[in-house]
T-cell receptor, first 110, second 115 residues
Framework: EDKVVQSPLSLVVHEGDTVTLNCSYE??????LLWYKQEKKAPTFLFML????IEKKSGRLSSILDKKELFSILNITATQTGDSAVYLC??????????FGAGTTVTVRA | DGGITQSPKYLFRKEGQNVTLSCEQN?????MYWYRQDPGQGLRLIYY???????QKGDIAEGYSVSREKKESFPLTVTSAQKNPTAFYLC??????????????FGPGTRLTVL
């Protein structure tokens, strides 16, 4: 069975801090890794990663994948209260099946 | 506007009743998915379908059933065999292999409560 483990489970930071979220995985026939942000509704897409070592950036968020060590990190710099959310990591394996981790809850205090 | 719709937004049912959750997409996506989310937890895959008239069990398929008679529609039935059905249910769709437009799009979700 495919496995996705996110860490930490939760963290609290102050505005302006930088956070790093981790996602490790075991999957048969890896195709891609995706990051989502979930507030009090459905998840919204952040990044899709398929190649090792290529950083994807969107504003203050960035992510990178290491296919040899089977993990990805999501960085958020200069955090704002609007970054408070659950961040979900998902991995695509065989038959386009997507498996999600339990998520990391980020709380940014003003 | 293209997107995924789920209905109803909130659903209450009595124990022992079957209930069907609707999911429709007009994005022309081939693959559709059903997930369940419990408080404080991530998404767990119930069923997924890559193509019309075909679907596969996910990690927690017991007590659920699906059909995929049309590309646009992927309804989920929560049967009385599901021991703990109260949860937030999310439907999603995507077109694998489309490169940058490959992300999975989620519907707004249905919150099911069993009384």
């Amino acid at each position: 069975e495919d496995k996705v483990v996110q860490s930490p489970l939760s963290l609290v930071v102050h505005e302006g801090d930088t956070v790093t979220l981790n996602c490790s995985y075991e999957v048969t026939n890896f195709r891609s890794l995706l990051w989502y942000k979930q507030e009090k509704k459905a998840p919204t897409f952040l990044f899709m990663l398929t190649s090792s070592g290529i950083e994807k950036k969107s504003g203050r968020l960035s992510s990178i994948l290491d296919k040899k060590e089977l993990f990805s990190i999501l960085n958020i710099t200069a955090t704002q209260t609007g970054d408070s959310a659950v961040y979900l990591c998902a991995v695509e394996g065989n038959d386009y099946k997507l498996s999600f981790g339990a998520g990391t809850t980020v709380t940014v205090r003003a | 506007d293209g997107g995924i719709t789920q209905s109803p937004k909130y659903l209450f049912r009595k124990e022992g009743q079957n209930v069907t959750l609707s999911c429709e997409q007009n994005l022309n996506h081939d693959a559709m998915y059903w997930y369940r989310q419990d408080p404080g937890q991530g998404l767990r895959l119930i069923y997924y379908s890559q193509i019309v008239n075909d679907f596969q069990k996910g990690d927690i398929a017991e007590g659920y059933s699906v059909s995929r008679e049309k590309k646009e529609s992927f309804p989920l039935t929560v049967t009385s065999a599901q021991k703990n059905p109260t949860a937030f249910y999310l439907c999603a769709s995507r077109s694998p292999g489309q490169g940058r437009r490959d992300e999975q799009f989620f519907g707004p979700g249905t919150r099911l409560t069993v009384l």
